[in-house]
């Protein structure tokens, strides 16, 4: 079956990086991208970005350009997204989610992992 | 950027009861829409692609209309676990867009 795991919760100061990564198993890696979707406390869901994990081209939100870093690594099967200078406002779960091409939805999504960023 | 206004940003129903979500998008983004549930402390789970395609195991009680830059999300007979958060996304163009949400609520 399906299945995207995150790693787990993380607490962070302002300034610093935090990198999340997400383990996918039950599909072919190759075939689907992998969007990063984050949600701050009481928040909706804010699309950050994406990447093509068959030849890693990203695309993402320009309010992230030059914070975010969207990898992979396909000999595991792992995306990671990589958030730096990170500010209390980025407080938030962050999610993983697959899309099978464009224009369809994200049909898994990891469970998610929590960020705080705080001093 | 393509902006999603969702309307009403809360309701309160009863089981049983028909609910009609709208999502309207800044421009035109033809069918490139998905609408999402999420509850409290969970993921999102997807419901419905191309604007109303319905995603394979969801119930035939959600429906999904619309193009350009009106859309709807139809249950036509509310469920004790459909009370949860509504989203739309739209897919057309970078960056993809979320819909600020709707909750839905017992009443």
Sequence with gaps: ?119 | DIQLTQSPSFLSASVGDRVTITCRASQGISSYLAWYQQKPGKAPKFLIYAASTLQSGVPSRFSGSGSGTEFTLTISSLQPEDFATYYCQQLNSYPFTFGPGTKVDIK
């Excluded at chain 1, 990671?80 to 962050?94: I, K, N």
């Excluded at chain 1, 898994?108 to 960020?115: A, E, K, N, R």
Aim: contains cysteine.
């Design chain 1, 1 to 119: 079956q399906v299945q995207l795991v995150q790693s787990g919760a993380e607490v962070k100061k302002p300034g610093a990086s935090v990198k999340v990564s997400c383990k996918a198993s039950g599909y072919t890696f190759t075939a689907y991208y992998m969007h990063w979707v984050r949600q701050a406390p009481g928040q909706g869901l804010e699309w950050m970005g994406r990447i093509n994990p068959n030849n890693g081209v990203t695309n993402h939100a320009q309010k992230f350009q030059g914070r975010v870093t969207m990898t992979r690594d396909t000999s595991i099967s792992t995306a990671y997204m990589e958030l730096s200078g990170l500010r209390s406002d980025d407080t938030a779960v962050y999610y993983c989610a697959r899309q099978e091409w464009s224009g369809y939805g994200c049909d898994f999504w990891g469970q998610g992992t929590l960020v705080t960023v705080s001093s």
